[in-house]
């Protein structure tokens, strides 16, 4: 199983970014997929997760109402559509699935 993501940037407050995780096909189609963020000096915190269909999502409360996961089942990729994004955002973004963690993407939001 491999993940790896990609997206990440150095970004003023208000912006927007999609991340992405390819996954190997090793049974992307039948897994839920995780985000996870990490800031410096915190632990890993969820951010969000998708079904295996993509019919179902759910969000931190820190990021709701700005943040949208989504995947697509032939690309086997899943995304991360962040807007509105605030200096508390600014973390290491990484995609889990089948306990294979991505190399993750840093996503810095300046003020």
């Known amino acids: 199983v491999q993940l790896v993501e990609s997206g990440g940037g150095l970004v003023q407050t208000g912006v927007s970014l999609r991340l992405s995780c390819a996954a190997s096909?090793?049974?992307?189609?039948?897994?839920v997929m995780w985000w996870y963020r990490q800031a410096p000096g915190k632990e890993r915190e969820l951010v969000s997760?998708?079904?295996?269909?993509?019919?179902?999502?759910n969000y931190a409360d820190s990021v709701k109402g700005r943040f949208t996961i989504s995947r697509d089942n032939v690309k086997n990729t899943v995304y991360l559509q962040m807007n509105s994004l605030k200096p508390e955002d600014t973390a290491v973004y990484y995609c889990?699935?089948?306990?294979?963690w991505g190399q993750g993407t840093q996503v810095t939001v300046s003020s």
């Open positions: 997760s998708i079904s295996s269909d993509g019919g179902s999502t």
């Open positions: 889990y699935a089948l306990t294979a």
């Open positions: 096909e090793f049974t992307f189609r039948r897994s």
